[in-house]
């Protein structure tokens, strides 16, 4: 494991990368055009005041789009990954604590957003349950990122790669 | 490992620390500028959707009352033959589906005081439809009710609590449907009639309304046959009310 690791690290870094700021990319693009929607959406989760939700919900695909650049072209991919990681982190608990709520709500993730009447409450828990594994698999590519920041098409290098060429 | 391990250590230097700081500010500025972007669209958005409410015709003041007996509904023409509930949240979809349906007729009905008509604001979709409630009451306090109700439906935004029924906007809708005073806009900025929102809401569970729009004649609840809103089946529910 240690060896397979060693030999193709740059690349799994990068496909890592990829993975991370590809979906965070989309999911801010998506969003970033649609204000509204995206402010209804965290207004929906019931977690912050409805005041507070809105100016999250205006900031939030922003925040995602500037960690994807960060993480697309390898710049500071060490601090987008750690910013991804606990993005994701907060969708995980935010899904969560709707769950557990018995809120039933669209997660807004990739725009859209809102309540859903409870007829559909199982499909509706089917997605919490993807969601969160999405989300998690996409956390384990920024922690996998915080260890191993340098890959294969990275502006940064490691100075002591750059000393050993 | 050992490489990536060393270029950490080779990054606590003076002139990494700068790219960090230079990284870090540049997330902020993209995050608030784009947050700020928003913001303005927003509210550009808002103003269009308000272009809809220009040339909106106010109708003859009505006086309408609270009665806590039923729910504190807003009722109009106590004592007339025929009885309406109507329950409604603000900020629900199908409420506006069935007030541009229906809407017009009930208005007509309650004008030329041919039915005693009583409009339960509640507000179980959120914040924004405890907001828009209270400005219900305060519009009813006036004598604006109908046309508060009307004007507030035809900007409805399609997404619930996206920052569309703030107090400024309450008030503008308010400005549209005749409600001018300083009365009336402190009412909206004060949340004065928090209280009877309450109730109203409350009562949903002595009813056994489950969602809205919900519509009793003389107390019995309305089923409707077709699945969307046709104004025929409601005039002739009605009628045979």
Redesign the interface.
């Known amino acids: 494991m240690k060896s397979f690791?060693?030999k193709y690290?740059p690349i799994i870094t990068l496909v890592a990368r990829l993975i991370l700021g590809g979906v965070l990319f989309t999911a801010g693009a998506l969003k970033?055009?649609k204000?509204?929607?995206?402010?209804?959406a965290t207004?929906?989760y019931?977690i912050l005041?409805?005041d507070i939700?809105?100016?999250v919900g205006?900031?939030l695909?922003?925040?995602e789009?500037?960690?994807a650049i960060?993480l697309i072209i390898g710049?500071?991919a060490r601090?987008a990954a750690v910013?991804g990681t606990v993005v994701m982190a907060v969708f995980i608990a935010a899904i969560i604590s709707v769950w557990a709520r018995g809120i039933l709500i669209d997660c807004g993730c990739f725009g859209g957003?809102?309540?859903i009447d409870p007829t559909k409450a199982a499909q509706v828990h089917r997605a919490y349950l993807l969601e969160i594994l999405r989300d998690l698999g996409l956390a384990l590519c920024g922690l996998y990122l915080y260890?191993?920041?340098?890959g294969r098409l990275s502006i940064e290098k490691?100075?002591?790669?750059i000393e050993e060429q | 490992m050992v490489k990536q391990a060393k270029a950490q250590s080779a990054s606590k230097s003076g002139g990494d620390n700068f790219t960090r700081w230079l990284v870090i500010g540049m997330v902020v500025l993209v995050v608030s500028t784009g947050a700020i972007f928003s913001v303005v669209s927003q509210k550009s958005k808002a103003n269009e959707s308000f272009a809809s409410l220009d040339g909106f015709k106010v109708g003859a003041a009505i006086t309408a009352t609270v009665d806590p007996a039923n729910g504190s509904g807003i009722t109009i023409n106590t004592g007339a033959v025929k009885t309406i509930d109507l329950w409604e949240d603000p900020q629900c979809p199908v409420c506006n589906t069935f007030e541009q349906t229906n809407g017009q007729y009930i208005d007509d009905l309650v004008r030329s005081k041919k039915a005693n008509v009583v409009y339960h604001v509640v507000s179980f979709i959120g914040d924004e439809s405890v907001s828009a409630a209270n400005a219900a009451y305060c519009a009813a306090d006036e004598g604006h009710y109908l046309d508060f109700h009307k004007a507030m439906y035809l900007v409805q935004p399609s997404l619930e609590n996206s920052g569309f029924y703030t107090t400024e906007n309450l008030v503008k809708i308010g400005k549209y449907a005749g409600l001018t005073s300083q009365s009336f806009k402190d009412c909206v900025t004060k949340v004065s009639k928090l209280d009877l929102v309450k109730t109203a809401y409350d009562s949903m569970t002595t009813y056994k309304v489950q969602g809205t729009p919900t519509v009793f004649f003389n107390g019995k609840l309305w089923e409707r046959k077709n699945s969307g809103f046709v104004l025929d089946e409601f005039t002739a529910a009605f009628e045979a009310s």
Do not use: C, D, R
């Open positions: 690791n060693n690290q970033a055009f204000p509204s929607e995206s402010a209804g207004a929906a019931k005041p409805t939700a809105h100016v205006y900031a695909p922003w925040l789009i500037a960690i960060l710049l500071s601090f910013m957003g809102g309540a260890f191993f920041p340098y490691p100075l002591q790669v």
